[in-house]
């Protein structure tokens, strides 16, 4: 199986909604990663989770929390967004091969967010 | 992370080789370039991957020179279903269990029929 799955594929919520996206894998990965896209510019990474630890937040505000229960699974909570929070997020893993390299990412389909 | 700069659009006509070149003057000795495809409302994918000189899969052919400061992603007799984005990121293989990239801004094939 080398596929990251994401639910919902598409979600609208409003901005006082608490809501939650959800990715997971069963590669074996051990790194796991989100990301934001907004139309016609290439992904932003927002959070990376190295064996099911929080290694980078790149400044991302607190309305967006990330967490990661078990190394399959990559959840992004949603809480008092914005409408400018509307995007594809994409959810990443990818794993640690010979040597100690990291090798490619395998992204998911994403879920297209609207926030009214 | 060394930046990355591509042309922001190409075309081509089916069964013609595109060639996509990407700038990376910063590069840093420990980075690796690669290269994803994404089609709209979809995640990108992964293409090819390589270090230095040229490497070749059953998709495509990265040619990187000695100085590393640029690459060409080669994709031979293209067809209508590789209309796509295509990103040229430079990022360390290896950072800790995990790799951190940066997108480019991308270019975006259009294959003529």
């Known amino acids: 199986d080398t596929e990251v799955t994401q639910t919902p594929k598409h979600l609208v919520m409003g901005m006082t909604n608490k809501k939650s996206l959800k990715c ?14 907004k139309a016609k510019k290439p992904p932003e990474l927002m959070f990376v989770y190295s064996y099911e630890k929080l290694s980078i937040n790149e400044s991302v505000p607190s309305r967006f929390s990330p967490e990661c229960p078990n190394s399959s699974l990559l959840n992004l909570h949603l809480h008092a967004l914005q409408p400018e929070d509307s995007a594809l997020y994409l959810c990443a893993s990818s794993q640690r091969i010979a040597g100690g390299l990291v090798n490619e990412q395998f992204f998911g389909p994403g879920t297209r967010l609207t926030v009214l | 992370l060394a930046k990355t700069t591509q042309p922001i659009s190409m075309d081509s006509y089916e069964g013609q080789e595109v060639n996509i070149t990407c700038s990376h003057n910063n590069i840093a000795t420990n980075d690796y370039i690669t290269w994803y495809q994404q089609f709209p409302s979809q995640g990108p994918r992964f293409i090819i991957q390589g270090y230095k000189t040229k490497v070749t899969n059953e998709v495509a052919s990265l040619f990187i020179p000695a ?16 209309t796509a984005v295509y990103y040229c ?7 800790g269990g995990y790799q951190k990239v940066t997108f480019g801004t991308g270019t975006k094939l259009q294959v003529i029929p």
Do not use: C, F, I
């Open chain 2, 67 to 82: 100085d590393r400061k640029s690459s060409t992603l080669s994709l031979p007799r293209v067809s209508l279903s590789d």
């Open chain 2, 89 to 95: 990121l430079v990022g360390d293989k290896n950072s």
């Open chain 1, 24 to 37: 997971e894998q069963h590669m074996g990965h051990r790194a796991m990663y989100w990301y934001k896209q």
